[in-house]
């Protein structure tokens, strides 16, 4: 280690025995020399760190994406053209037997604004779509993996890509813009992914107590600003009525605002300084719960477009409408303002430069 030490000042112009009080002091250098190894300690760290970040990313990249298909054409790549991707939230609790898709959202991405609209639509909703058979639009995932299984005699991958193709073309024809992709993801992936950032922050806008032996559910949050797990996150999410009326019901729009509150909370903690050294935990459990058809290159060029998006520039938009037992009947205008808010994403300008990522009349995200 000797040959890396710094040499020792030069004594130009001094006696060797010159008074102990006129040498340099050393505790500075010395601490100069820690910080400058610690720092260095630092950055190797984290440069390492990121290169396993980058084989765990690439190996979790090519788990969830579409196995058949991997180059994109050039024009049809994220950096210059905007995309349309439709998001499910899949309960599939074994305790239920369940495959509704609880959570839709239909968002759409601009590479040149850099900006993103998502609308949720309530699980309950009647999409009134002809060629289709009325039910909850959340059963409808479900219906088209059985159809694959019985019907068409598919099984594994195969039958969840034809649910995947229905959901992607129903949708596209309810909403009037061209999905290019459908993501699927698992309850317990969203309880996983909030763990690994180690909660999220949000505002429980009520009280909420809701158990269910049957299921293994059990919510039970105060109102206020607070940090939840990834389980109770998911109770702030689904609640929907009380046990007994100890706390009030809830109706489905409330439950968008809040999903739209949570997705928020998630960006905002992935993009934190806290959370660099829980990526690695978050891409395990995105890995394990996640399923696309989207191709490994093209997920690769949405992350690098879209990475730095902010919650500020994501518009996030709740359908609303009326319940009238056992479906909720959309409000028509609210429907049209958000087909046209996911339309204006996809034009190539993208939306105005110069208009709020919110939008008061209907934004509550």
Do not use: C
């Amino acid at each position: 280690m000797n040959e890396h030490m710094p040499l020792p000042p030069r004594n130009e112009g001094r006696s060797s025995r010159a008074p102990k009080a006129v040498r340099p002091p050393r505790k500075p250098r010395r601490l100069a020399r820690f910080v400058f190894s610690f720092l260095l300690i630092v950055i190797i760290g984290l440069a390492s760190y990121a290169g396993y970040l980058y084989i765990k990313a690439d190996n979790l990249i090519g788990d969830i994406s579409n196995p058949k298909e991997n180059k994109v054409a050039a024009a049809e790549r994220a950096q210059v053209k905007p995309i349309g991707l439709l998001v499910l939230g899949l309960d599939n609790r074994q305790e239920t037997g369940s495959l509704n898709t609880d959570v839709m959202m239909a968002a759409t991405f601009n590479p040149k604004t850099k900006t993103a609209t998502v609308v949720s639509v309530p699980r309950d909703s009647t999409l009134n779509l002809n060629g289709y058979k009325t039910r909850k639009a959340n059963a409808y995932y479900a219906r088209f993996l059985s159809v694959a299984r019985s019907e068409k005699n598919l099984t594994g991958d195969e039958a969840s890509q034809y649910a995947k193709d229905q959901m992607k073309e129903m949708m596209s024809e309810f909403f009037g813009i061209p999905i290019d992709y459908t993501a699927v993801l698992d309850f317990q992936g969203f309880i996983d992914v909030v763990d690994a950032l180690g909660g999220v922050n949000v505002n429980v806008d009520q009280d909420m107590r809701y158990w269910d032996n049957a299921d293994g559910t059990d919510i039970n949050l105060k109102k206020g600003v607070q940090e939840l797990n990834g389980k109770d996150a998911l109770g702030f999410v689904r609640y929907r009525k009380s046990k007994q009326n100890i706390t009030r019901p809830s109706s489905d729009f409330e439950r968008n605002a809040r999903q739209d509150q949570v997705l928020g909370a998630i960006v905002d903690k992935l993009k934190s300084f806290s959370s660099v050294t829980k990526v690695g935990g978050v891409l395990d459990a995105v890995g394990n719960n996640l399923h696309t058809d989207i191709p490994k290159q093209q997920i690769e060029n949405m992350i690098s477009t879209y990475f730095r998006i902010s919650k500020q520039n994501i518009r996030f938009i709740a359908l609303e409408g009326t319940w009238k037992s056992p479906y909720v009947y959309l409000d028509q205008t609210k429907l049209d303002q958000a087909k046209e808010a996911l339309r204006e994403e996809l034009r190539p300008e993208g939306r105005p430069v110069s208009e709020p990522a919110s939008s008061a009349a209907t934004d509550n995200g």
